[in-house]
């Protein structure tokens, strides 16, 4: 009599993963069409598990979409013939350009696509690398590469006694993204904006066309790129402009238990001349004073801030640099004392530090290898950035850090609030902003651990839901919207004009799926 054996149950389910994953690789492998093997970059698409997994998450860890490969260009010819054989298919395949994949919701994602790893271009040493060029009559600039990373750019240029004046907080992210998005930090008050400091770029359009652009020549794929969300085409080269770049900074911090003379401040000090960068922030229990962003006080002063905390619930802090070299080093805090006059700070807390520019620029590096050496930055960031009109700012206090942010207690990282004027930004670019002389930038930067990061999102909507509810025309920033008619509402008059360029650029939809303007996912 035969004899029957049981199989194991771990046995079962491992054949079942093996089989899946195998099934798996082949339907992503199958959506894509069979004669792209033939290509000459068939070797540098890669359809593994460790290559489509990695694609398949960004920095904010809230969604998963796994491309159908993962293409690791070794020049920018290989990005121009992926796109153009696309468009050439009669269902083209949609492609992402990802460089640090610093998005919050699956941006830079290519469902079941391809995802570009411009990170690819530095790392083989091919691409468009960072050429500086001195001009003492049209003024110096830097050819940089769309792959290359804003502290290399940094670097590169004081090599040369000259800096971009335009930044974001954090300098480890491509060229190429933050143009496609804005690119703001505190010196957007004075010199607008990183998308409006380019001179000129090198765009692969979603017809796989490689075009050199400026505002004058093909100024609307120009105006159209620059905060056009990776809509309507790949950067891969930028021209930056450059000044002088100071040696030092003195770096002040100023405490306020009010609200209203905080922002009143702030708008005061952005409009005269003098400072080079500006930004204010909130410090609740939750919000230290000192967080991954920057460690500014020293634990001496955590008494005296701890205290105010436990009276205000909230304070507030406005944060302010101001350049200066070897001939300006002995009037430089003269000329502060000077522009802080009339300011209405709480009386004695005011805190000074005095670094090199490379140590401010860099500040939010530091704390980041802090938290990777505890495990703590690998983790979701439902993050929520917003511009809000000047005059509902107060109201936004009032009905969000007071009210939602203190009520739930559950906000865990920086919470930073601060002005930018309008004209500072070309309005023909495709980013949106409020329809206000002056605004303020919201940036809600929370972190969460694994499986708790629900309730911050759930915040987020709240503080969606209360804005529209107030009838605060707020705009997001780094965007995640999912219908057609919540996109028309963010563009606004622009619209018509994204719609028309994309139309023109892009015209069967293959780029940059994952913000969900034209593709649904």
């Given at each position: 009599?035969?004899?029957?054996?049981?199989?194991p149950?771990?046995f079962?389910?491992?054949?079942?993963l093996i089989?899946?994953?195998s099934?798996?690789?082949l339907t992503?492998?199958d959506?894509?069409?069979?004669?792209?093997?033939t290509?000459?970059?068939?070797?540098r698409?890669?359809?593994?598990?460790?290559?489509?997994?990695?694609a398949?998450?960004?920095?904010?860890?809230?969604?998963q979409?796994t491309?159908?490969?993962?293409?690791?260009?070794?020049?920018?010819?290989?990005?121009?013939?992926?796109?153009?054989?696309?468009?050439?298919q009669p269902?083209?395949?949609?492609?992402?350009?990802r460089?640090?994949?610093?998005?919050?919701?699956?941006q830079?994602?290519?469902?079941?696509?391809v995802?570009?790893d411009?990170?690819?271009?530095?790392?083989?040493?091919?691409?468009?690398g960072?050429k500086?060029?001195?001009?003492?009559v049209?003024?110096?600039?830097?050819d940089?590469?769309?792959?290359?990373?804003w502290?290399d750019?940094?670097q590169?240029t004081?090599e040369?006694?000259?800096?971009?004046?335009?930044?974001?907080?954090?300098?480890?992210?491509?060229?190429?993204?933050t143009?496609?998005?804005a690119?703001?930090?505190?010196?957007?008050f004075?010199h607008?904006?990183?998308?409006?400091?380019?001179?000129?770029?090198?765009i692969?359009?979603?017809?796989?066309?490689l075009?050199?652009c400026s505002?004058?020549t093909n100024?609307?794929?120009?105006y159209?790129v620059?905060?056009?969300?990776?809509?309507f085409?790949?950067?891969?080269r930028?021209r930056?402009?450059?000044?002088?770049?100071p040696?030092?900074?003195?770096w002040v911090r100023m405490?306020?238990?009010?609200?209203?003379?905080?922002?009143?401040?702030?708008?005061h000090?952005?409009?005269i001349?003098g400072?080079d960068?500006l930004?204010g922030?909130?410090?609740?229990?939750?919000?230290?004073?000192?967080?991954w962003?920057?460690?500014f006080f020293?634990?001496?002063?955590?008494p005296?801030?701890?205290?105010?905390?436990t009276?205000?619930?909230?304070?507030?802090?406005?944060?302010?640099?101001?350049y200066?070299?070897?001939?300006?080093?002995h009037?430089?805090?003269e000329?502060?004392?000077?522009l802080f006059k009339?300011l209405?700070?709480?009386?004695?807390l005011v805190?000074?530090?005095?670094?090199?520019?490379?140590?401010?620029l860099?500040?939010?590096?530091?704390g980041e290898?802090?938290?990777?050496?505890?495990?703590?930055?690998?983790v979701p960031?439902p993050?929520?950035?917003?511009?809000?009109?000047?005059?509902r700012?107060?109201?936004f206090?009032s009905?969000?850090?007071?009210?939602?942010?203190l009520?739930?207690?559950?906000t865990?990282g920086p919470?930073?609030?601060?002005?930018?004027?309008?004209n500072?930004?070309d309005?023909?670019?495709s980013a949106a902003?409020p329809d206000?002389?002056?605004?303020?930038?919201?940036?809600?930067?929370h972190?969460?651990?694994a499986?708790?990061?629900e309730?911050?999102?759930n915040?987020?909507?709240?503080?969606?839901?209360?804005?529209d509810?107030a009838?605060?025309?707020?705009?997001q920033?780094?965007?995640r919207y999912?219908t057609?008619?919540?996109?028309?509402?963010?563009f606004g008059?622009?619209?018509?004009?994204?719609?028309?360029r994309?139309?023109?650029f892009?015209?069967?939809?293959?780029?940059s799926p994952?913000?969900?303007?034209f593709?649904?996912?």
């Amino acid at each position: 009599m035969a004899k029957t054996y049981s199989i194991p149950t771990y046995f079962i389910l491992i054949s079942f993963l093996i089989n899946l994953i195998s099934s798996l690789t082949l339907t992503w492998a199958d959506v894509l069409p069979h004669q792209l093997h033939t290509l000459t970059i068939a070797t540098r698409l890669r359809v593994d598990l460790d290559a489509t997994a990695k694609a398949a998450r960004d920095f904010g860890k809230l969604v998963q979409q796994t491309p159908a490969a993962v293409l690791y260009p070794s020049s920018i010819e290989d990005i121009v013939s992926l796109v153009k054989f696309s468009y050439n298919q009669p269902s083209p395949f949609t492609i992402a350009a990802r460089g640090r994949g610093h998005s919050l919701g699956g941006q830079a994602m290519a469902p079941n696509g391809v995802v570009v790893d411009m990170t690819s271009l530095k790392n083989s040493g091919a691409g468009i690398g960072i050429k500086v060029t001195k001009n003492p009559v049209s003024g110096s600039y830097a050819d940089v590469g769309g792959h290359q990373l804003w502290i290399d750019v940094l670097q590169a240029t004081l090599e040369h006694g000259l800096a971009p004046v335009s930044w974001t907080d954090y300098l480890y992210l491509t060229v190429g993204g933050t143009l496609s998005n804005a690119g703001g930090s505190g010196q957007t008050f004075r010199h607008g904006p990183q998308i409006s400091n380019v001179h000129e770029m090198d765009i692969i359009t979603g017809k796989g066309e490689l075009v050199t652009c400026s505002k004058e020549t093909n100024s609307d794929l120009f105006y159209a790129v620059l905060g056009g969300l990776g809509q309507f085409g790949i950067i891969t080269r930028a021209r930056i402009p450059l000044e002088p770049a100071p040696k030092r900074v003195k770096w002040v911090r100023m405490l306020y238990d009010d609200f209203s003379t905080f922002s009143e401040d702030q708008e005061h000090l952005i409009s005269i001349n003098g400072l080079d960068y500006l930004e204010g922030s909130l410090i609740t229990k939750q919000s230290p004073p000192n967080n991954w962003r920057s460690s500014f006080f020293s634990k001496s002063q955590y008494p005296i801030i701890s205290s105010l905390l436990t009276k205000n619930g909230i304070i507030y802090s406005i944060e302010v640099v101001k350049y200066y070299d070897d001939l300006t080093s002995h009037t430089v805090d003269e000329e502060l004392q000077e522009l802080f006059k009339g300011l209405r700070f709480l009386p004695g807390l005011v805190f000074t530090k005095d670094v090199t520019l490379v140590d401010f620029l860099d500040r939010v590096h530091n704390g980041e290898l802090q938290l990777q050496a505890k495990g703590l930055w690998d983790v979701p960031h439902p993050w929520l950035n917003l511009f809000v009109p000047k005059s509902r700012i107060s109201d936004f206090n009032s009905g969000v850090f007071r009210d939602i942010i203190l009520k739930t207690n559950q906000t865990v990282g920086p919470l930073l609030v601060y002005p930018m004027i309008r004209n500072k930004w070309d309005n023909g670019m495709s980013a949106a902003i409020p329809d206000e002389d002056i605004f303020y930038s919201i940036g809600l930067l929370h972190s969460s651990g694994a499986d708790d990061w629900e309730p911050l999102e759930n915040q987020n909507k709240e503080i969606l839901k209360f804005c529209d509810k107030a009838g605060i025309k707020i705009k997001q920033y780094l965007p995640r919207y999912t219908t057609k008619a919540d996109w028309m509402n963010h563009f606004g008059p622009k619209w018509k004009i994204f719609e028309d360029r994309k139309a023109q650029f892009d015209p069967k939809n293959i780029l940059s799926p994952g913000q969900r303007i034209f593709n649904s996912i």
